[in-house]
């Protein structure tokens, strides 16, 4: 079974087509700045933020209120700022933490999933006790779909994750893509969540 985290929901939705960027090598600071641009400054002020040095993920701020805040990256040359509550640092973010470092490592994708689904097999990765709530408003993201297809950014949204959530659990409809409501994305599976667009993107703050 693959496990995603919902920025491959971007695919549900048609985009238009972009250029790809340049892959991008980001400096403490600048990935720090990003990370905070997952959410509103009321979320992320005193968060803990992770960064990505020496392709593993350390933490460059200790945080105080319990939301933690990174770049993740889950293809190649992707940028996807995300924050999240206190379950979802010690849940779905650390999986997406694990799945980038693999990938840096030089591990192929189909060895990395199987090594995340029997790591929550086998209690070494956990999955949310209770709604895990993520971030993912960030104007800076740059997202390509599970194929690899360079897709830009989508739009400013929320998940929330409830494992194992399919549709009709909430009384959305199947394989909903109705952006102006709930969706669903990845029903049925440990890491299925809620996706719920919000109105307006978070821009990072100026860069010092």
């Known amino acids: 079974m693959r496990f995603v985290l919902a920025v491959s929901c971007c695919t549900a939705v048609a985009l238009s087509a972009q250029t790809p960027p340049p892959a991008v090598t980001l400096s403490r600071s600048e990935e720090i700045r990003l990370a905070l641009s997952a959410a509103p400054p009321a979320v992320t002020q005193g968060a803990r933020v992770y960064v990505l040095e020496r392709e593993r993920y350390v933490v460059a701020e200790p945080g105080k209120t319990g939301v933690a805040c990174q770049v993740s990256r889950s293809q190649a040359r992707s940028l996807e700022p995300e924050c999240g509550d206190q379950e979802a640092d010690q849940t779905v973010l650390a999986i997406e933490r694990f799945r980038a470092e693999q990938r840096l490592a030089g591990r192929p994708s189909a060895d990395i999933e199987r ?64 952006v102006g409501g709930p969706m669903v994305d990845k029903p049925g599976t440990a890491l299925s969540n809620i996706t719920i667009v919000t109105r307006t993107f978070v821009d990072p703050a100026p860069a010092p």
């Open 115 to 178: 090594a995340v689904a029997d790591s929550i097999a086998a209690g070494r990765f956990r999955l949310p006790r209770r709604p895990a709530m993520v971030y993912m408003m960030s104007s800076a993201q740059i997202l390509y779909s599970d194929e690899g297809s360079f897709v830009g950014h989508w739009l400013p949204h929320l998940m929330l994750y409830i494992p194992f959530l399919r549709e009709p659990d909430i009384g959305v409809p199947l394989a909903s893509t109705d």
